[in-house]
């Protein structure tokens, strides 16, 4: 079965930087586009960033252009998102997505917190 486990979240101070990881199982990954969404408390899951199938081209949410960075490394099931220049309004849970055959599939999250 699909399988996409996150780490990499924590708390950091106000212009700090974290990298997420998402590894996944049970598809296959090189053949799919992967995303990272956010949800902080109250509000809406949103769009972060996705990256092709091949990782040849990304996209980004307005609110992190020039802050995060995805990638990711076919030979290891993996995704990443590299945050720099990390803001208290970057706080939320982040989560690793796959969209196969018209499905969501999630990560269980992983927590971020920016904060003095």
């Known amino acids: 079965q699909v399988q996409l486990v996150e780490s990499g979240g924590g708390l950091v101070q106000p212009g700090g930087s974290l990298r997420l990881s998402c590894v996944a199982s049970?598809?296959?990954?090189?053949?799919?586009?992967m995303a990272w969404y956010r949800q902080a408390p109250g509000k809406e899951r949103e769009l972060v960033a996705t990256i092709t199938s091949d990782g040849g081209s990304t996209n980004y949410a307005d609110s992190v252009k020039g802050r995060f960075t995805i990638s990711r490394d076919n030979a290891k099931n993996s995704v990443y998102l590299q945050m720099n220049s990390l803001k208290p309004e970057d706080t939320a849970v982040y989560y690793c997505?796959?969209?196969?055959?018209?499905?969501?599939?999630w990560g269980q999250g992983t927590q971020v917190t920016v904060s003095s």
């Open positions: 997505n796959a969209r196969i055959w018209g499905m969501n599939y």
């Open positions: 049970g598809f296959t990954f090189g053949s799919y586009v």
